[in-house]
């Protein structure tokens, strides 16, 4: 959606900037009711809040930002009053929780409880109280809108193929290319690496306690490359953003003392704790992964190279050496085969597969097997490293939608279109017989809807 102010300029508010400062914005004006919803309104530090909220949280926002605010919450003033008359009710637990989530993220960005007390010119009890009402009312809204969804009749073939034959070629979605493969794969010795690599921390940790600086070995050999060049600095933030194994360690350690080695999915890590307030801590690290050797490297593509032969002269089929001597546990079961972990299809699109996994099968062709290749499980942050042997097993091409081929993306695509089509005709009609009124301040703004045009408060 696209909005624009003709004649309202409104900078957007700067992270650490108080919101005072939005009186500049408005003429002077610091805060006022800029919308009337039925019995709702809203307010300019409202709509400056959010804003600050969003710059607090790491989104960028532009000139356009309270247009596309000031639609969004009359929008949801609308279903929320219907939600209120529809008894919808909302579970405390899960509002908690993201109340808990949301207060973590901003405490992080801004260092700590004094840092958002700061932004916001308000106490961290206020915020709670504020934030936890709109959290209440978001998910009300939510529940709303899939209760308007859910009555939407189901999709039927009719549907479909009406929507194909009705639909120009060019305004059909394009499927793209997708890929089916098995995977063959065997780790290195991470004993041993994992092993090395503790004794690469000792050592490092030793040169510690024996007064060389954290910060400076951190900055030679951490292999954490954000934190590295601030000394293995982390900043304060909340337990809840690192591995609960790292968490837990830092927490139980007093300022100053330093760790013993901590093993998270990313690596090694030795820790020294700066400071901790409540459940947020500032600390250092160095991160070390495990590294492998040259032998490692030969002696898995050794083994690969003698499996991709045997299955290449029949001797055993791709599927039962998957079984018998893939590590990796998550494809093994399925004879090799690759799923995505996050929908189950066993078809991937080119960017949902490794860079080095892509790089092996582009020039296959149906059935043929790679040469072994180096590439990244789906652990850690990164990946670990593990070797394999990857076979095609079919190729989708790109291809305009189909109802012969292609039948359940057009249907969740006509059924998204639908509920789309029904949230948007409740907004039109409630718009229609709401008592709304809009402050002409922002009577510039290209709202998405035209039904709000009519709303606004004469000058």
Known sequence: MKTKFKTIILAAALLGAGFP?????????????????????????EIEQEVQMMN??????????????????????????????????????????QLGQQLDQVRTALGGDEGVESYFHKPIYKLRQEWRRQIE????????????????????????????????????????????????????????????????????RERIQNG?????????????????????????????????AFSDAAMSLKPGSISQ????????????VLEKKGD????????????????????????????????????????LAARFYSQDFATRTNGGQMADPSTGSAYFEIDQLKPQDYEAVKNLEIGQISEPVESLDNEGRNGNLVYKILRLDNIVPAHTASFEHDYTEIQNDVRQAKQIQAIDNFINEKIKVTYIKIDPLFKDCEFQLEGWKSKFATP
């Open 280 to 319: 947020m801590f500032n600390a250092r690290h160095i991160l070390l992964k495990p590294r492998y050797t040259v032998e490692d490297r030969e002696k898995a593509f050794k083994k690969l190279d003698s499996l991709k032969t045997a299955i290449t002269d029949s001797l055993i089929t791709f599927e």
């Open 261 to 272: 080695i901590v093993e998270t999915p990313d690596g090694f890590h030795i820790i020294e």
């Open 56 to 97: 607090a949280r790491g989104y960028a926002s532009d000139r356009n930002i309270r247009c596309e605010l000031l639609e969004n919450m009359m929008k949801s003033k609308l279903f929320l009053m219907q939600a209120r008359l529809d008894s919808l009710t909302v579970n405390q637990e899960m509002v908690e929780a």
């Open 212 to 244: 060389e600086k954290f910060a400076t070995l951190a900055r030679l050999y951490s292999e954490d490359p954000g934190s590295a060049r601030k000394g293995g600095e982390l900043g304060m933030a909340s337990r809840s953003i690192f591995w609960p």
């Open 137 to 204: 009312d978001n998910t009300l809204t939510q529940q709303e809108q899939q209760e308007i969804a859910s009555k939407v009749p189901e999709v039927t073939p009719y549907d479909v193929k009406q929507y194909i034959d009705t639909s120009a070629v060019d305004r059909l979605p394009v499927v793209p290319i997708k890929y089916k493969i098995s995977q063959i794969c065997i780790y290195p010795d991470r004993e041993a690496a994992a092993l090395a690599v503790k004794e690469r921390l000792l050592s490092i």
């Open 21 to 45: 400062a939005a009186a500049q914005k408005y003429n002077g004006i610091v805060d006022k009711s800029v919308a009337v919803v039925g019995g709702e309104l809203i307010t300019l530090s």
